[in-house]
């Protein structure tokens, strides 16, 4: 998987960006009563896709992502990127707000949805698996990691809110995350 979703964002940014950072990530969560333990991946590509906002500019453009919700629906898969240029589409929309704060040696990168654009439907994620498992557009909540080695590894959590894409729901999603850097490529 991890293949498929680097040829997919390594398509679109190697022409704009020089280098991206990679983590490796695990995470235990629940949404709907489903709990699930998963693995996946961040990466913070150093750019922007798109200058134009309807929120603040991003320092960079970040990606969080395992399995993939929308073609096979697990329990916990989940997109969450700041951009929908990381899918290759031209329209480099900005779908999130991304936060950088460092205070006394910890850093924490925070990114939260904008609600005004989850029928853009990029971010998602899966409470159940199979058939008729749903994709949740998120709109609201955030996602938090902070580190104290300068982000060789971190901890956090997703705390969002997803809806149906026919019928609105406020389907939660929580998980306590951790991180380990790859490398940068």
Not at 50 to 79: H, K
Not at 85 to 96: E, R
Not at 141 to 161: A, K, L, P, R
């Amino acid at each position: 998987m991890k293949s498929l979703v680097l040829f997919f964002f390594i398509s679109y940014s190697s022409s704009i960006f020089a280098e991206y950072l990679y983590w490796d990530i695990t995470y235990d969560g629940e949404s709907q009563g489903a709990k699930f333990s998963r693995q996946g991946n961040m990466a913070v590509f150093l750019g922007r896709f798109s200058e134009q906002t309807t929120n603040q500019l991003n320092p960079f453009e970040v990606v969080f992502y395992s399995g993939d919700p929308g073609a096979s629906p697990e329990s916990g898969a989940i997109w969450f990127m700041t951009n929908n240029a990381f899918l290759n589409s031209a329209s480099s929309i900005d779908l999130a707000d991304v936060s950088f704060v460092d205070n006394d040696g910890i850093t924490c990168l925070t990114v939260v949805p904008d609600p005004n654009l989850s029928a853009v439907g990029a971010n998602g994620f899966n409470s159940f698996s199979g058939l008729t498992a749903q994709r949740y557009q998120i709109f609201s909540g955030h996602m938090n990691f902070c580190s104290s080695d300068g982000f060789q590894t971190f901890v956090g959590e997703i705390s969002i809110q997803g809806t149906g894409a026919i019928f609105h729901s406020n389907t939660g999603y929580y998980a306590q995350v951790v991180g380990r850097y790859i490398g940068t490529f």
